[in-house]
């Protein structure tokens, strides 16, 4: 029985590996990231450039905590992450190191941008029953959404873990209907990323 089992368990991981494989999901993931890396690299030579040559970035970092409330910068993250995701957060999770109780505020971080990318399922799912904005964005986001039809949750785990607006493909997830349990199931390892992310970025800072 356990020898069957196992022959049928790889079979259908080998069926699996051949429709991503065909489908195009491992080239998908590996350009995703290249585009990610890319502004990524730029970002950092940026802040390199502006520590050695214009303000101490940790001198910044120290001002922006000590200037701007800590409900206003999460405020400005938390609409970021139920758009666009067009702020990166490694910004906030910088920002959260220099902060009284930085890991407080990392979880903070996560909480919220999982919360975003609820909101963003939401307005997919609420864009959907709206056959003009459907239209229009089913036009702006084709591809995207093409994908997640193909590929459903291991988008929104791509998403979740990868530098890719997780934003986006929660909105994607929440047009074609994506199952919600599940979505908050896949949804869940965003907080996997802020973790690893938060431990590298403080070891730095």
Same mark, same amino acid.
Request: with cysteine; aromatic share 16%.
């Given at each position: 029985? &356990?020898?069957?089992? %196992? ?11 051949? *429709?991503?494989?065909y489908t195009g999901f491992y080239s998908f993931v590996g350009k995703s990231i290249y585009k990610a890396i890319i502004p990524i690299v730029i970002f950092i030579i940026a802040l390199v450039c502006v520590h ?5 970035? %940790? ?25 666009? @995701?067009?702020?990166?957060? !490694? ?22 941008? *999982? ?22 964005? !089913? @036009? ?6 093409? &994908? ?35 979505y908050l199931a896949f949804g869940l390892l965003r907080f996997v990323r802020f973790l690893v992310y938060g431990v590298a970025i403080f070891g730095v800072m």
């Amino acid at each position: 029985m &356990n020898t069957k089992s %196992n022959t049928t368990r790889k079979s259908r991981l080998r069926l699996l590996h051949q *429709y991503y494989s065909y489908t195009g999901f491992y080239s998908f993931v590996g350009k995703s990231i290249y585009k990610a890396i890319i502004p990524i690299v730029i970002f950092i030579i940026a802040l390199v450039c502006v520590h050695f040559f214009v303000i101490d970035i %940790n001198d910044a970092l120290a001002y922006a905590t000590e200037h701007f409330p800590p409900l206003g910068v999460l405020g400005m993250f938390f609409a970021s992450e139920s758009i666009l @995701g067009l702020i990166p957060p !490694e910004i906030f999770i910088a920002w959260s190191s220099k902060l009284a109780h930085p890991y407080l505020y990392l979880a903070a971080l996560a909480t919220l941008s *999982y919360t975003g990318g609820i909101i963003s399922y939401a307005m997919g799912r609420s864009i959907a029953n709206i056959p003009s904005v459907f239209n229009y964005l !089913e @036009g702006s986001m084709s591809k995207h959404i093409k &994908n997640m039809r193909k590929w459903g949750g291991l988008l929104i785990i791509v998403g979740a873990t990868l530098p890719l607006p997780f934003a986006l493909s929660s909105m994607a997830a929440g047009i074609i209907k994506f199952p919600f349990k599940s979505y908050l199931a896949f949804g869940l390892l965003r907080f996997v990323r802020f973790l690893v992310y938060g431990v590298a970025i403080f070891g730095v800072m």
